[in-house]
């Protein structure tokens, strides 16, 4: 009888220790925050002065949940001829040779959302890149045989915002034109 007792003492032991492992694990599930979707709006505005040049929205689903991230690439590739002159044997000059390169041009956004806090904040890291072909004001374009310059407006940066709230990312002026050029990030949850 006492191996017998012994082996059911053991096996009620075995249960108690699983059902409370069982337990504990339910409690922790239960804690960890849901995955919440968020809309974030980034808006890229330029001035000249106090005069608003433009203003380019750009949305993006985030979802809060560790690990996720959301990326928005939007552009287009500018040629960009490089011409070299071959010169002949006896020095007079032959048609010239000509390449041609692509660069990048757009804008990139990167984003993470977590949850902080049970008050609804919300962790954003964001990183974006916004790069141009640079054209003289009243000139949407270059001129064939134009070289090309670029601008490019780069930041990161980690904000605390709650639904709905909206705040000034970033602001910086161009060295070049006396442009200013300011970055508005939106939290929206989605509901």
């Given at each position: 009888m006492?191996n ?5 003492a ?11 492992t069982g ?6 599930a ?7 979707q968020l809309?974030?709006q980034?808006?890229?505005s330029?001035?000249q002065g ?6 380019l929205p750009?949305?993006?689903?985030v979802?809060?949940e560790?690990?996720?991230?959301a990326?928005?690439?939007m552009?287009?590739?500018?040629p ?11 020095g ?5 040779l000509?390449?041609?390169n692509y660069?990048d041009?757009?804008?990139?956004i ?7 806090d049970?008050?609804g ?5 964001i990183s974006f890149?916004?790069?141009s072909v640079y054209t003289v ?5 270059m001129?064939p045989?134009?070289?090309?310059s670029?601008r ?5 940066n980690?904000?605390?915002?709650k639904?709905?709230q909206?705040?000034?990312?970033t ?7 006396g ?5 508005d990030?939106?939290?929206t949850?989605v509901?």
């Amino acid at each position: 009888m006492t191996n017998r007792f012994r082996t059911l003492a053991l096996l009620v032991i075995i249960a108690v220790a699983c059902g409370a492992t069982g337990r504990a694990q339910d409690q922790s599930a239960s804690k960890a925050p849901a995955s919440t979707q968020l809309r974030v709006q980034v808006v890229l505005s330029k001035y000249q002065g106090d005069k608003k040049i433009s203003s380019l929205p750009y949305t993006l689903s985030v979802n809060s949940e560790r690990g996720s991230r959301a990326s928005l690439r939007m552009g287009a590739q500018v040629p960009i001829v490089a011409s070299t002159q071959n010169l002949s044997s006896d020095g007079k000059s032959v048609t010239p040779l000509q390449t041609v390169n692509y660069r990048d041009v757009g804008t990139n956004i990167d984003c993470q959302a977590y949850p902080v806090d049970p008050d609804g904040r919300y962790k954003l890291d964001i990183s974006f890149e916004d790069s141009s072909v640079y054209t003289v004001e009243g000139q949407n374009a270059m001129r064939p045989g134009d070289h090309p310059s670029f601008r490019s407006f780069r930041s990161s940066n980690t904000l605390l915002l709650k639904d709905g709230q909206t705040t000034q990312f970033t602001t910086a002026t161009d060295k070049v034109s006396g442009e200013v050029m300011k970055a508005d990030v939106t939290l929206t949850v989605v509901k």
